[in-house]
């Protein structure tokens, strides 16, 4: 950076202009932010104290000291007021439209996922209920510093639209599976909507559309590879559940060696660089080489994993071992929150318990893991996740002001272990403000409000009923 800054220097006094060059021969800047606490997250991990990001229109131009300030034509300035200027997190896992659910099926219900939330879902999920949930989920999104999400559901048209209106960017990935479900009568029709939704969607600058085949035992074998290779001709991501549960093996229809997932998918050809393979629970270190081999990412969901007892993923080898690992937080139902404050201590502790020891999965790493850790997991490392000249600008600033915020010795530290989505002050997506002051800019909250009361108001009473009926959770029977 120091040497294009003194490039641009030297060609201004070439060109005969002094050092008090008149605004209009500095190069133009969208948007400057100062003063801040700058995390930067390039190969170094560099931090700067009292640095500046410069971004023109999407795309981050230079970060550096204070003195980058005298050397722009800013259209507008922010002050960061001493806050931490970061990259935007990224959530490498969820089904966000799930948010209109979230908070139901808390009673103790055994096999929740058969006796309530299928159910629950063929009666109550529609286009419409997917589009404002998404509209919801988009917004707590960006209040708590989410630039980036990664998603497996249905209507991702739906989605798509919504996730433009707050101004956030996504991975959308249509679902794949061998039953019938809101967008698709027919089993596997999620293979069609996909492919039409990836026509719609492959030049969106805030969109990336994919395919995401629910797991291996809900997808065969033949339609995976049938992704496989459509994904490979539209240089798509393929976003998978893999190693969630310990008995996947004996699921996987097809499988008469009994491979673990990761292996099974290496021997049907369809583990590569485009997939996202998010758990990873259930994994060996066989598994782990064949992932790294490959090429895949990694979703890592502690806090999910820890509330549904599915397990600890061996997150700290995969991490040492440098494969593309980010974090996520999985569906509202099953973290019930979308961003990753919360997760990001899970995320150290529960290595830490596991490994009984201290030392390890530190606040920087965690750190990394949230935000270029996940851009790599996403294999979208060129684009996002570090502030870093030529990346797009999706940036937050964490005020340091409030009384949790204090003090700040280690601005890692603050950020994992003191920390909360309300200290998110602003929220910047390719360049665009969508957030600011907590106030959203770009979509109607008060309308995402009101429709979002009149869904709970219809769900709540069905719920109830539901539960009644799903509770067999011997506990509760007692
Ligand atoms: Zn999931």
Redesign the pocket.
Known sequence: MRIKISLITTLLLISGCSSFASKDTLPPASLIIKNGQVITMNDNKQLIENGVVVINNDTIIAVGDHSLLSQYDAQRIIDAQNGIVMPGMINT?N?LPMIAFRGLGEEGIENRLFAYFFPLESKKLSRELIYQATRLGAIDLAQSGVTTFAD?YYHVDEMAKATKEVGLRAVLGETVIKFPVVDAKQPYGGLEYGQQFINDYKNDPLITPAFAPHAAYTVSKQKLQQINAISKKLNVPVLI?VGEFGNESARISDNPKQLSPVAWLHDIGVLDNRMVL?HAIHVDQADIDLIKQSGAGVAYNPMANAKGATGIAPAWEMYQQQLPMGLGT??PMSSNQVDLWRTLSYAANMQRLKHNDRTIMIPEQVIELATIGGARALHMEDKIGSLEVGKKADIIIVETQSANMMPNYNPYATLVYQANPSNVSTTIVNGNIVMEQRQMTQVDSADVTKNIRAIEADIAEFAKELAKKAITSPSLMK
């Open positions: 896992h089904h497996m559940h998010a999985d569906g």
